[in-house]
């Protein structure tokens, strides 16, 4: 069923132009970037859904708050601007800039755990789980099962599995347990939202073993946004309440601003109450971050970033937002191309392994999705699946991933209704002719992260 396209709610004051380079020229160039589009040219690339982080537009609003920014070495205008604006939105007595979403992560984990810990996730983002290895501990992802089923419809696909959860706290033993961190939305789950009420449950779990709750919050008006629409208990309230709401049952949260928050660059550290956890994370944020009025960032960027916190939560352009992501995947749906269902918040997560049953995990299909459509339309998108999984930290061995997915994920306020179809149409073209597209092995890799750089070959 055809869905109808959300029209933008803004028009568009600032224009950058594109070009999509002739086929010969593609071919070309994802073979110099050693079939890995991280390292291919901006320039090179027509659509560019290799992330929704830091690719937003700002609006007009962030773009005269730059000029406004205070740019004093401590205690500038824009900091306690910013300052302001997280405590009331998140209800949380300390925010502590930082660069990025990772920088809160490095500032953060390394004071709560160490080797012999474990983290336990809903599902940890690669730089989440990798900071946790960094600080010595082990990553253990517990989502819930219907997660794992890309056609399985459910509401909250990126919950946490409680009882799993409980499971694990006894297993490992309560006072190995470092961390629990609730991932809103799911990122690696495809974008799945968290309900308020596993939020809750999760929070009751930690609390009766007394192991502290943090929120990896890149997406918190997302997930509201989805919790309203799908939690009977919310459908009437406000989005920014459903997020305080949402915060109210942890005790931290680490935050990429460059997700929801709408800006080019920024992260955030929260902490709701624990003032000695702060005082720590000030000194680290001083070492690593800079003077902790600015972290790593222009007073223009908190500027910027107070803004667009508040921008995040507006319901009209979470509409549009969603809405976009709804219309492809109406598309997808009369294409008959499979997809993690029903479409997440950020992106579009296709199920490489369903269109290319006859290439195993280790030669990654995701990245052979990704790699094709890039040849197909200069489209650019990323495997979310064991290529981006890497290898074992202990044995080296290369890891299975849940799901084999290239995602697509959508850049906020930048592209329209006819480059939404560009991306449906090449899809099409590739499915058309998916027994014909090859698998990849890794010539090259670095030991951590590797993703964003190894060098691949087609396995002929
Ligand atoms: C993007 C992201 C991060 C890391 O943030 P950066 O700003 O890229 O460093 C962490 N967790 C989640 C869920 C993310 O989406």
Same mark, same amino acid.
């Given at each position: 069923?055809? /869905?109808?396209?959300?029209? !933008?709610?803004?028009?568009? *004051?600032?224009?950058?132009?594109?070009?999509?380079?002739?086929?010969?020229? =593609?071919?070309?160039?994802?073979?110099?970037?050693?079939?890995?589009?991280?390292?291919?040219?901006?320039?090179?690339?027509?659509?560019?859904?290799?992330?929704?982080?830091?690719?937003?537009?700002?609006?007009?609003?962030?773009?005269?708050?730059?000029?406004? @920014?205070?740019?004093?070495?401590?205690?500038? *205008?824009?900091?306690?601007?910013?300052? !302001?604006?997280?405590?009331?939105?998140?209800?949380? *007595?300390?925010?502590?800039?930082?660069?990025? @979403? =990772?920088?809160?992560?490095?500032?953060?984990?390394?004071?709560?755990? @160490?080797?012999?810990?474990?983290?336990?996730?809903?599902?940890?983002?690669?730089?989440?789980?990798?900071?946790?290895?960094?600080?010595?501990?082990?990553?253990?992802?517990?989502?819930?099962?219907?997660?794992?089923?890309?056609?399985?419809?459910?509401?909250?696909?990126?919950?946490?599995?409680?009882?799993?959860?409980?499971?694990?706290?006894?297993?490992?033993?309560?006072?190995?347990?470092?961390?629990? &961190?609730?991932?809103?939305? $799911?990122?690696?789950?495809?974008?799945?939202? &968290?309900?308020?009420?596993?939020?809750?449950?999760?929070?009751?779990? #930690?609390?009766?073993?007394?192991?502290?709750? #943090?929120?990896?919050?890149?997406?918190?008006?997302?997930?509201?946004?989805?919790? *309203?629409?799908?939690?009977?208990? +919310?459908?009437?309230?406000?989005?920014?309440? /459903?997020?305080?709401?949402?915060?109210?049952?942890?005790?931290?949260?680490?935050?990429?601003?460059?997700?929801?928050?709408?800006?080019?660059?920024?992260?955030?550290?929260? /902490?709701?109450?624990?003032?000695?956890?702060?005082?720590?994370?000030?000194?680290?944020?001083?070492?690593?971050?800079?003077?902790?009025?600015?972290?790593?960032?222009?007073?223009?960027?908190?500027?910027?970033?107070?803004?667009?916190?508040?921008?995040?939560?507006?319901?009209?352009?979470?509409?549009?937002?969603?809405?976009?992501?709804?219309?492809?995947?109406?598309?997808?749906?009369?294409? @008959?191309?499979?997809?993690?269902?029903?479409?997440?918040?950020?992106?579009? +997560?296709?199920?490489?392994?369903?269109?290319?049953?006859?290439?195993?995990?280790?030669?990654?299909?995701?990245?052979?999705?990704?790699?094709?459509?890039?040849?197909?339309?200069?489209?650019?998108?990323?495997?979310?699946?064991?290529?981006?999984?890497? $290898?074992?930290?202990?044995?080296?061995?290369?890891?299975?991933?849940? +799901? !084999?997915?290239?995602?697509?994920?959508?850049?906020?306020? &930048?592209?329209?209704?006819?480059?939404?179809?560009?991306?449906?149409?090449?899809?099409?073209?590739?499915?058309?002719?998916?027994?014909?597209?090859?698998?990849?092995?890794?010539?090259?890799?670095?030991?951590?992260? =590797?993703?964003?750089?190894?060098?691949?070959?087609? &396995?002929?």
């Amino acid at each position: 069923m055809a /869905i109808k396209y959300v029209a !933008e709610p803004f028009r568009i *004051k600032m224009v950058e132009p594109i070009k999509m380079l002739s086929r010969e020229e =593609r071919e070309e160039k994802i073979k110099e970037a050693k079939y890995n589009l991280f390292n291919l040219k901006g320039e090179d690339v027509f659509i560019d859904l290799l992330t929704d982080s830091g690719t937003g537009a700002m609006s007009d609003k962030q773009w005269s708050g730059v000029m406004r @920014g205070d740019e004093a070495y401590a205690g500038g *205008k824009s900091y306690f601007k910013l300052l !302001e604006a997280g405590q009331d939105i998140f209800g949380y *007595k300390f925010i502590q800039p930082v660069h990025q @979403g =990772r920088a809160a992560e490095k500032v953060l984990f390394g004071l709560l755990m @160490g080797s012999g810990k474990y983290a336990i996730s809903n599902m940890f983002f690669d730089t989440t789980r990798a900071h946790v290895e960094l600080a010595g501990a082990r990553a253990i992802d517990c989502v819930v099962e219907e997660a794992k089923d890309p056609t399985l419809r459910a509401p909250f696909k990126g919950n946490m599995d409680v009882e799993k959860l409980e499971k694990l706290i006894n297993e490992y033993g309560k006072e190995n347990i470092a961390l629990v &961190v609730m991932t809103i939305t $799911n990122n690696s789950a495809g974008g799945q939202p &968290v309900s308020v009420q596993n939020m809750r449950d999760v929070s009751a779990v #930690c609390k009766k073993y007394g192991i502290p709750l #943090c929120i990896d919050a890149a997406r918190y008006a997302e997930n509201a946004f989805f919790v *309203k629409q799908r939690e009977e208990e +919310f459908k009437d309230w406000a989005i920014k309440d /459903i997020v305080r709401e949402m915060f109210s049952y942890a005790d931290m949260f680490t935050m990429s601003a460059k997700k929801d928050a709408i800006v080019n660059m920024g992260g955030l550290v929260g /902490i709701k109450e624990d003032e000695e956890l702060y005082q720590k994370v000030k000194g680290n944020t001083i070492s690593f971050e800079g003077f902790t009025t600015y972290g790593g960032l222009s007073g223009r960027d908190l500027e910027a970033l107070a803004v667009g916190l508040y921008e995040g939560l507006d319901e009209d352009y979470l509409r549009y937002r969603i809405g976009q992501l709804e219309y492809i995947a109406a598309k997808l749906d009369e294409a @008959g191309i499979a997809y993690q269902a029903p479409v997440g918040g950020h992106g579009v +997560f296709i199920d490489a392994k369903a269109m290319f049953p006859h290439i195993p995990y280790n030669e990654f299909p995701g990245q052979a999705l990704a790699v094709e459509l890039y040849k197909e339309a200069g489209i650019r998108t990323c495997d979310i699946g064991s290529y981006m999984l890497g $290898n074992d930290p202990d044995t080296g061995e290369q890891l299975q991933a849940e +799901f !084999e997915f290239t995602r697509l994920a959508v850049p906020r306020r &930048v592209y329209t209704q006819a480059h939404l179809d560009i991306v449906v149409d090449a899809l099409i073209a590739i499915k058309e002719r998916a027994s014909e597209v090859k698998g990849y092995r890794i010539t090259w890799e670095p030991p951590v992260l =590797r993703h964003f750089q190894a060098h691949l070959e087609p &396995v002929e």
